[in-house]
């Protein structure tokens, strides 16, 4: 950044030489007139403010431009005036007065974005403004960009945000200390009953889990016997289509054959593991 500024600031004294030498050559052939010295003590202006910017740390490309364009167009009025001819310097006093209204905008934005940034950081501590990054990187970003008119507005939308979220965090803070104030003495209150439920309901549990086991089972029982008889009507239906009706190519015939078959053979392999646990079951019992 340090090297930026430094080009930079290279550049306008490069432009205050130029200058100086086009008034220097210009000095013996004429007297300069009361609008060329205006000029001349706008832009000396100008150099002032564009040095206060680099002195605080804000970019200075934007207002650059706008004084290297003032310039050239006083050299060239300058020289204009120095041949007789009628110069005219009013958009030069233009150019000065929007290099200051943009240092000005500049220094006020860069106060206020130092306080907004402490005031994030400090509200961070206790409250989680992750939801608000975006915005906090878009007030940097204006800033950075040189948008210093916007910069401002922008920080008042995040002092609003915070606000908002901080308000929002701390009502669900209370719900939240509230909510488990209640379930902690409804607790304390009912632990009594409380246990004698969970107490039946698990002894419960443990006496029909048996039974709950071998109805698990058979409804898997009964759901793959379904399946598979699902598979065989489809085969019977295909081989019909096949064989009688021609509707059906051999190539597709042959893959949804293989593929049915494939299932099928699945389905008996879980059940007869199914037909092992259900035995075991019972030599249990």
Known sequence: MKSKYKILLLAVLTGVICLIFVQSSLAFSTTQ??????????????????????????????????????????????ALEGKGGKANYGLIIEHVSEIDLIKENSLEASDELKIFVETYLDAGKTTNLSEMQEDYNTILASFQNERFEDTPALINQGYNRISEIQSSQTALNSFYMATSGVIKNFFIKNYLKLLIICSITLLFILFFWNNLKKLRMRMKFNHLTTQKKALNTLIQNMQKSYFKTKKLSETEYTIKLKKFKELIRDIDRQIMILKEDIFKTKRRK
Do not use: G
């Open 33 to 78: 007139s009361n609008e060329s010295i205006q000029a001349k003590e706008s832009l000396a202006q100008a150099e002032k403010d564009i040095l206060e910017m680099m002195e605080k740390n804000i970019s200075i490309n934007r207002v650059n431009e706008t004084y290297q364009e003032a310039l050239q167009l006083y050299s060239a009025q300058l």
